[in-house]
Nanobody, 124 residues
Framework: QVQLVESGGGLVQAGASLRLSCASS????????MGWFRQAPGKEREFVAR????????GYAVSVKGRFTISRAIAENTVYLQMNSLLPEDTAVYFC?????????????????WGQGTQVTVPS
């Protein structure tokens, strides 16, 4: 069992940066690949970024590639999402998720554990 807690969300102006954190407890975080997803009001949850168990591989949604960076500190049981050049369309609740697969795809069905989410708001 893994417990995930996100933090770092907030309200920022367009063009600003935020860094989200996802702290895990339970089994060591190196046992799971990790992903970030987001859900805007009235929309489906969508994939944002993913990172393999060892951190060697990463993947991004087209909408965030070049602006967001996922990383992990295995010894600290923490995964980060550095978000730069934020846009109003980035406004959403951001969730981190853990998967038993070494490097899962972008489908939420491939992830086994989820956090409660942290709100990111970028006013237009």
């Amino acid at each position: 069992q893994v417990q995930l807690v996100e933090s770092g969300g907030g309200l920022v102006q367009a063009g600003a940066s935020l860094r989200l954190s996802c702290a895990s407890s339970g089994r060591t975080s190196g046992s799971y690949a990790m992903g970030w997803f987001r859900q805007a009001p009235g929309k489906e949850r969508e994939f944002v970024a993913r990172i393999s168990k060892t951190g060697d591989f990463t993947g991004y949604a087209v909408s965030v590639k070049g602006r967001f960076t996922i990383s992990r500190a295995i010894a600290e049981n923490t995964v980060y999402l550095q978000m730069n050049s934020l846009l109003p369309e980035d406004t959403a609740v951001y969730f981190c998720a853990a998967a038993r697969l070494h490097f899962p795809g972008p489908s939420s069905y491939e992830y086994d554990y989820w956090g409660q989410g942290t709100q990111v708001t970028v006013p237009s």
